[in-house]
């Protein structure tokens, strides 16, 4: 790049058509050129408009006023305009790609995230029986200000009559929390509730309908 040359290169700076050396080399001619600088900062929008602007606007836009723009050579159409257009047209449609991937990244984190954050709240203890008969019966107890939340769990279980759960505080006092129509498949998900803290609860029984006890799970 010789001395007369900084000043000219300007547009092709400004538009990305400068290859790496000359882009230094004008780089380091801003720094000591007032006028450069000056010129950059007028023209610092052209690029967005270029963005904008068909190519054959483009090139029309360069014709002399009142002349029709010269016909495009072949087989390469345009020189620098065309050129420079096209990369810069390029370069928006990879930035667009990249955005668009990044978007459906951030959706799919945030599907995935989603089942998370409205995950039910865990309760404040879970017990659970067993029996040699195969029956399964489990229960999580949640603190409420007004008690105690049951929410229970069993396969196996009686499947004639009503079950109920009943729970024992430690002074020997019980409260009924649900009852429910047994199951032809013996399978059963219900809450109950009881005024009960939970630091009060000694116990918690399934009973059948004759009101014996199915199952029994001891509170610590």
């Not at 040359?5 to 000591?32: C, I, Q, T, W």
């Not at 990369?87 to 449609?93: I, N, V």
């Not at 929410?151 to 004639?160: E, I, K, Q, T, Y």
């Not at 509730?193 to 509170?219: F, K, M, N, W, Y």
Request: charged content about 20%; hydrophobic content about 40%.
């Amino acid at each position: 790049m010789n001395s007369a040359e900084p000043h000219r290169l300007l547009g092709a700076y400004l538009l990305g058509g400068l290859d790496g050396p000359d882009v230094e080399a004008f780089e380091a001619h801003l720094e000591e050129c007032g006028t450069c600088r000056k010129e950059l900062a007028g023209l610092e929008k052209i690029p967005m408009l270029l963005d904008a602007l068909p190519v054959p606007d483009a090139v029309a836009l360069t014709a002399a006023p009142g002349r029709a723009p010269d016909p495009l050579p072949s087989p390469d159409p345009v020189p620098l305009l065309r050129k420079l257009a096209h990369r810069r047209r390029t370069l928006r449609r990879r930035w667009t790609t990249l955005a668009a991937a990044a978007a459906a990244a951030c959706l799919a984190l945030g599907l995935a995230g989603g089942p998370l954050l409205v995950r039910p709240p865990q309760p404040d203890a879970t017990y659970s029986v067993q029996s040699g008969a195969g029956l399964q019966f489990s229960v999580d107890l949640a603190r409420k200000t007004w008690g105690t939340e049951l929410a229970v769990n069993g396969s196996s279980l009686p499947v004639d009559g009503t079950l109920s759960l009943w729970v024992r505080d430690r002074d020997g006092g019980e409260d009924r929390a649900c009852a429910w129509t047994a199951t032809p498949s013996g399978r059963v998900k219900v809450t109950g509730a009881t005024p009960l803290q939970l630091g009060s609860i000694a116990s918690v029984e399934l009973r059948d309908a004759t009101e014996h006890a199915v199952a029994v799970i001891t509170v610590p």
